[in-house]
């Protein structure tokens, strides 16, 4: 008789992965473990060599930073104050039963690989606007699916596959974009001071990914992950619309309509009393908006959120479904009924990714890879290849591409220019190997933020793991690779412009 295969909660396992990181710094710190790599002077435009080392958690210092720190780092984490503010805003939104009216009458008469498609390209292009999409996105995936009558974990998992292995497939430059095109900037200026690179440097190279990754994604839901889900009931039901559930519907649309356009009149630049939630420190406007001074950089939470709850009020008060302001005080909790598992979660996953990141295993693992890309002899296509790779790896250990990129780009870039490869086309390089191991890795932020609308959604009687959750993942990250490889050694052999003035070779110095 065989014993019943033991399943670790998600909390358990980052118990486990924290004790483990918390002995392992320990013992590297014994031996010393640290790394050499590279950076640039951003004022000098010289290079400045720097020495990491792994800090010992098991020491008297480590242990008070775990214990002074707990409660800071879980109120600060990110993910907890974003998830429960967007969560009252979708609360009134279902609570109403605007969900239900908007998302069946979407899904009624369309047909499910439409559906789909349109939730992954939708995913992959909210990167733009940064980590909000997975607080935003995996509940609307969700519902989505649940109102079309389909397993919501087939939304949950389609849009963490795009806004993970899709993150950074912009057609247009995203805040993150563009403090890696800053430091792109200072590594290629070592060699060639006057080099420049515009903002569309990467415009044709990001279409041709987004239209493949999105049909490509679209086919693994429909053939592969739905599959594998159980079929829930609501699949045979028909949900019915009334009249006044239409209204509603029509009340609340036009009135986020109308609450868009002030917000998209406020962030635009030059008109009267408009550019209101910019930051006029800026250089370019994407910066403008997304700079440490924009009101709607640090007020998009609340702004998404008002939106939800404008849109949910219209359609309440007209559908009837909000008669008095206790049924809209009601309403807007209804998200948060249960989330106590959800918050216990976070809390572990904080403390982990803490004590991970102050043991500077992550940035010892990626400074190694930097030097070791510094000594790179290859060129071509073998250049692309080993550095894509190496990108990736370290991704696993340091989720944070700014932070990966400020201690690789002095080690990538002249590699790159030395062999005839454009800056541009590193941080492409880059950008891509950066996603491919996205949706595999605990320590990203928002991986918490899956985990626990998986456990939400999750209709069956076994328990949800982290790494049963990471499953679901595996034929994303194959087919993420494969478009990416066939991608960059395509427009490389090629030799077509990967964006407006830029090119996968060139001659710098000239």
């Not at 069956?460 to 990471?470: K, P, R």
């Amino acid at each position: 008789m065989f014993k019943k295969k033991l399943k670790l909660s998600p909390i358990m396992t980052f118990i486990i992965l924290m004790f483990a990181t918390i002995i392992i710094s320990g013992i590297l710190h014994i031996f010393n473990v640290q790394a050499e790599y590279t950076t640039v002077n951003r004022v000098t435009s010289e290079f400045t060599n720097n020495v990491i080392e792994v800090n010992s958690l098991l020491s008297p210092s480590g242990i008070k930073h775990i214990i002074t720190t707990a409660v800071s780092g879980f109120v600060n984490f990110a993910p907890l104050s974003t998830l429960i503010i967007v969560l009252i805003g979708i609360g009134i939104l279902e609570k109403t039963g605007f969900m239900k009216t908007f998302f069946t009458v979407l899904t009624r008469n369309s047909k499910r690989y439409t559906i789909t498609f349109i939730l992954v390209l939708v995913s992959l292009m909210f990167s733009i606007l940064g980590d909000i999409g997975f607080v935003i996105m995996l509940p609307l995936g969700a519902l989505l699916f649940k109102y079309g009558r389909r397993n919501p974990l087939g939304g949950i998992i389609a849009s963490f596959a795009a806004l993970t292995f899709g993150y950074g497939i912009n057609v247009f430059l995203s805040a993150n974009d563009s403090s890696l095109l800053t430091i792109t900037l200072n590594a290629a200026k070592v060699l060639d001071p006057s080099y420049k690179i515009g903002i569309f440097f990467s415009l044709f190279i990001m279409i041709v990914a987004l239209i493949a990754v999105s049909i490509i994604f679209t086919h693994i839901t429909e053939k592969k992950i739905m599959a594998k889900l159980p079929r829930v009931e609501a699949e045979t039901e028909e949900i019915k619309i009334t009249n006044k559930e239409l209204r509603g519907l029509i009340v609340g649309i036009f009135l986020g309509i109308v609450y868009l356009l002030i917000v998209i009149y406020m962030i635009i630049p030059g008109l009267p009393l408009s550019g209101t939630l910019l930051d006029s420190s800026g250089t370019r406007y994407i910066d403008m908006l997304f700079g440490p001074n924009s009101l709607f950089n640090k007020g998009f939470i609340f702004i998404v959120t008002l939106l939800f709850v404008i849109i949910g009020l219209g359609y309440g008060i007209m559908a009837k479904t909000i008669k008095n302001n206790n049924d809209f005080a009601e309403s807007l909790g209804t998200s948060l009924d249960g989330i106590g598992n959800v918050i216990v979660l976070i809390f572990f996953a904080s403390l982990f990714i803490n004590v991970f990141e102050e043991s500077n295993i992550g940035l010892v693992i990626v400074g190694w890879i930097s030097k070791l890309i510094s000594s790179l002899t290859f060129t071509g296509i073998w250049l692309i290849i080993i550095v894509f790779v190496l990108v990736a790896i370290a991704n696993l250990f340091c989720p944070s591409s700014v932070v990966k990129w400020n201690m690789l780009s002095a080690s990538v870039v002249p590699v790159f220019m030395n062999a005839s490869i454009s800056p541009e086309f590193a941080q492409v390089v880059y950008m891509a190997g950066d996603s491919i191991t996205n949706g595999f890795t605990p320590l990203l932020l928002y991986f918490v933020i899956y985990l626990s609308f998986m456990e939400k959604y999750n209709n069956t009687n076994e328990t949800m793991t982290l790494f049963g959750s990471l499953k679901y993942m595996s034929s994303y990250a194959i087919y993420i690779t494969i478009i990416w490889f066939v991608i960059l050694i395509g427009f490389y052999l090629i030799g077509v412009p990967i964006g407006i003035g830029s090119f996968p070779g060139v001659m710098y110095g000239a």
